[in-house]
């Protein structure tokens, strides 16, 4: 097995079980993750009753963080689709028709990508509130402007070729040639992208949870278990360090999946191989 092989295994792997964890976690958990049990708080990791220990409310940690998985992952997971629908249709649109419609929608969307996503996302959120849908659809609309850069560029060299111009000779319209021939070839870059927005996606998502504007407590996300964990570091640290450690497990397995999953699509990247 190459190396570039054993690194998507384990990004796979790594991504495969917390995928699975966040799909447990929605019909079963050790116990209630928002239950109150004031006679355990802060109990250590190690026992019996409570294997990853509990915080400062008695909760068990191990049961929060498979809840928070099932947060953080369901939001990353909603955005990049969101982003992924947007934008691949947006792009298509732009790189297929160029002209005006092209001129206007790369205008705005270079203007959007002036901005840094979290920043972005950051002002999206005071006008669309904090909370579940307010992250998806500001974290959503700041990465919708990537996708739409990609899904472009793969559109325009893909309608120079023979095979589009066959295909309006035969008489097919336009709607057809886009869904048919264009998106169909824009699949591997999308899939490329997707995998690595992925992440993008979680650690901003951490970030906005952390700073206090995704899900609001007691519902556990990675990232508002962060937060709720600063004050307590040097009592209680594992409340920081085992969201923390699931964030960089989560993150890590996605780019090994993405890198091999590039290695794989490319052919670029394939004739180094």
Do not use: K
Request: hydrophobic share 55%; charged share 10%.
């Amino acid at each position: 097995m190459t190396f570039r092989s054993m690194r998507g295994l384990i990004g796979l792997l790594l991504t495969g079980a917390m995928a699975l964890i966040a799909c447990v976690a929605q019909v079963w958990t050790p116990r209630s993750p928002l239950a109150l049990d004031l006679l355990h708080r802060f109990t250590a990791p190690g026992s019996p009753a409570f294997p990853l220990g509990t915080d400062e409310f008695g909760r068990d940690v191990l049961s929060r963080l498979m809840a928070g998985a099932a947060s953080s992952m369901g939001i990353a997971l909603m955005t990049v689709m969101f982003a992924v629908l947007i934008g691949g249709v947006v792009g298509i649109l732009s790189g297929y028709f160029r002209g005006w419609v092209d001129r206007v929608v790369m205008t705005f969307n270079d203007a959007l990508l002036a901005f840094p996503g979290i920043l972005l996302a950051l002002g999206l959120l005071v006008v669309l509130g904090s909370g579940r849908s307010g992250i998806v659809l500001a974290l959503g609309l700041a990465y919708v402007p990537s996708v739409v850069r990609v899904v472009r560029g793969a559109t325009l060299s893909l309608r120079e070729n023979a095979f589009i111009e066959a295909s309006r000779v035969m008489g097919h319209s336009e709607l057809y040639i886009m869904g048919r021939h264009v998106l169909p070839n824009c699949v591997a870059p999308l899939t490329v992208l997707g995998t690595s927005m992925f992440g993008w996606v979680l650690l901003s998502e951490s970030a906005l949870s952390f700073l206090g504007l995704g899900p609001p407590p007691p519902a556990p996300s990675w990232g508002n278990m962060l937060a709720g964990g600063r004050a307590f570091m040097a009592q209680a640290p594992w409340l920081g360090i085992l969201p923390g450690l699931c964030i960089s497990l989560t993150l890590l397995g996605i780019n090994l999946l993405g890198d091999a999953l590039r290695d794989r699509l490319d052919p670029r990247m394939r004739n180094m191989a």
